[in-house]
């Protein structure tokens, strides 16, 4: 760990940021606090050893002892600190401190993902291969990347983060204290569209319509798409991207963007499953969620309102930082044979 420390220091001071000191060093992600924390320490005391600690050292932190741990987590890094404490018989304290400070490892939430079977790998490495140039950061101000959501009246909660701070729950106020959920809640399917260069309007599903290649066609690609050239794009030419959904990529929808907008992603050419490649899906939905979907709503209309303020209230910069991402995640799914990449 103190060769990796000196290392992220000779780099910092050459001038390097994190983001180029983590892939110089091949550091996975999941070490950034790491060497943020030690380019702050170095600023702070122009050392890279930890500080000196408060409090009375952990008796039981050992060579092997650690060892043991780190030989359980590789077998099923499902096991959890209290779990492997009770087992081992030290204190939980003291667990935590050798899995977080002596092993460097941290606790992450499991994601639900797509199911990848080994064909979709394969497909989705080729066509991020063959798309490396089209996706690359000069070429990225000309492509309009869309996506459709169902959002409902219901509270958006994380289930991770969304917590209340109080000496007991039962002293707070019920409204605080809990979420409440409702069967089949009432909700509204939205179409829209980012770029480098400005936004769609949102484009709200008639509620009880199910899209498919003639309304998607009547709905979004006829009134919307075909005034994006002239004005989010100037008049000039543009990339259309979408995802596999059928309506996509049936042969009358790509037929006419063939027809309309010839530079569009072809169903051929878009990696399938991959919500990770679009920055609707990585990025956008979830802070226009957070946005507007912070309380309940009583009606359809309110969800609305709320939708169409907040979206029009993300700053561009933020659309930019998103879809600016989307190089680097190309280069991962190859990196790593058309895997998961979060």
């Not at 910092?12 to 000191?21: A, C, D, L, N, V």
């Not at 667990?95 to 639900?112: A, E, H, P, Y």
């Not at 912070?294 to 930019?320: A, D, F, G, M, Y």
Request: glycine residues 4%; contains cysteine; hydrophobic residues 35%.
């Amino acid at each position: 760990m103190e060769r990796e420390r000196s290392a992220i220091v000779e780099l910092f001071t050459k001038g390097h940021p994190s983001r180029e000191i983590l892939k110089i060093l091949k550091l996975p992600l999941n070490r950034r606090k790491f060497v943020y924390r030690t380019i702050r320490r170095y600023k702070d005391t122009g050392k890279v050893e930890d500080r000196a600690r408060s409090g009375r050292p952990c008796s039981v932190t050992t060579p092997s002892l650690g060892k043991v741990i780190a030989q359980r987590i590789r077998r099923n890094p499902r096991r959890s600190i209290r779990k492997m404490a009770l087992d081992l018989k030290v204190s939980r304290c003291a667990m935590t401190k050798i899995v977080k400070r002596d092993l460097g490892m941290s606790s992450f939430k499991r994601k639900k993902v797509h199911f990848l079977s080994q064909l979709v790998k394969e497909k989705r490495v080729a066509r991020c291969k063959g798309a490396l140039g089209r996706y690359a950061v000069e070429n990225l101000e000309k492509i309009l990347f869309s996506d459709e959501k169902i959002f409902t009246i219901q509270e958006a909660t994380n289930v991770q983060n969304d917590r209340i701070l109080a000496s007991s729950p039962s002293k707070v106020d019920e409204k605080f204290r809990y979420v409440s959920r409702i069967q089949n809640p009432k909700s509204v399917m939205v179409w829209a569209g980012v770029s480098k260069m400005g936004r769609t309007p949102l484009v709200f599903v008639p509620q009880g319509v199910k899209i498919n290649s003639i309304n998607y066609r009547e709905m979004v690609l006829e009134p919307v798409l075909k005034n994006i050239g002239r004005d989010m794009f100037g008049g000039t030419s543009f990339v259309f991207q979408q995802d596999g959904a059928p309506a996509h990529t049936s042969n009358v929808t790509q037929s006419w963007l063939h027809d309309n907008f010839p530079g569009f992603i072809t169903k051929e050419e878009w990696p399938p499953y991959s919500p990770d490649l679009n920055p609707m899906d990585y990025s956008v939905w979830s802070i226009l969620e957070t946005k507007a979907c912070v309380n309940s709503h009583t009606s359809i209309k309110s969800l609305k309102r709320k939708l169409c303020q907040e979206w029009n209230k993300i700053p561009q910069k933020t659309l930019r930082a998103a879809i600016e991402a989307l190089p680097d995640r190309i280069t991962r799914v190859i990196q790593n044979e058309g895997g998961y990449i979060e």
